[in-house]
T-cell receptor, first 116, second 113 residues
């Protein structure tokens, strides 16, 4: 079946511009996660959704970052006024959520963001 | 203290060696534990979940020590194809929600011929 789909796969933007990253999770997965990974670094937790609500937004690096999820499905991560330090791979993952807390994460291929 | 800590390595081992990775976590209320594998420039993929009694999958054995708040991964008879970064993942209950999953920074394993 279809896995987690992210778009675009690559995005190059100028400093100061806004960008929107999209994640389409596996159908039926209620939990959706955003992480970012800078070159050679680990995965940094940004936010997760249970359905359409985000119980924990503490990982968002600044108020330039926001995320939403509608219809319990697609999620968008928006970065306003991008800075060079925002350059990273943004990974989205989903899992069934309430079904079993031991269920694994399924990752998309990521969006590689480069801010010039 | 970081929520999840791992030795970054690299661990350079010859083929056939046994290698062990440890990971410590700070939240005593954590309930879910996983090991993921990440190949260079790829997304992470689940290697195995870690259960309270410990579990084994072929050459891989995972252990959980709740008292000391660490989990371990043992790889026996290392193969060249085991070369990757191994990520420890722990859930971090927050405000009643239990689905927040935190990744360690990963341990790099390089298996040499």
């Amino acid at each position: 079946g279809a896995g987690v789909s992210q778009s675009p796969s690559n995005k190059v933007t100028e400093k100061g511009k806004d960008v929107e990253l999209r994640c389409d999770p596996i159908s039926g997965h209620t939990a959706l996660y955003w992480y970012r990974q800078s070159l050679g670094q680990g995965l940094e937790f940004l936010i997760y959704f249970q359905g359409n609500s985000a119980p924990d937004k503490s990982g968002l690096p600044s108020d330039r970052f926001s995320a939403e999820r509608t219809g319990g499905s697609v999620s968008t991560l928006t970065i306003q006024r991008t800075q060079q330090e925002d350059s990273a791979v943004y990974l989205c993952a989903s899992r069934p959520g309430k079904v079993a807390y031991n269920s694994p994460l399924h990752f998309g291929n990521g969006t590689r963001l480069t801010v010039t | 203290r970081k929520e999840v800590e791992q030795d970054p390595g690299p661990f350079n081992v010859p083929e056939g060696a046994t290698v062990a990775f440890n990971c410590t976590y700070s939240n005593s209320a954590s309930q879910s534990f996983f090991w993921y594998r990440q190949d260079c420039r790829k997304e992470p993929k689940l290697l195995m979940s870690v259960y309270s009694s410990g579990n084994e999958d072929g050459r891989f054995t995972a252990q959980l020590n709740r008292a000391s708040q660490y989990i371990s991964l043992l790889i026996r008879d290392s193969k060249l194809s085991d070369s990757a970064t191994y990520l420890c993942v722990v859930n971090a209950p927050y405000g009643g929600a239990t689905n927040k999953l935190i990744f360690g920074t990963g341990t790099l394993l390089a298996v040499q011929p």
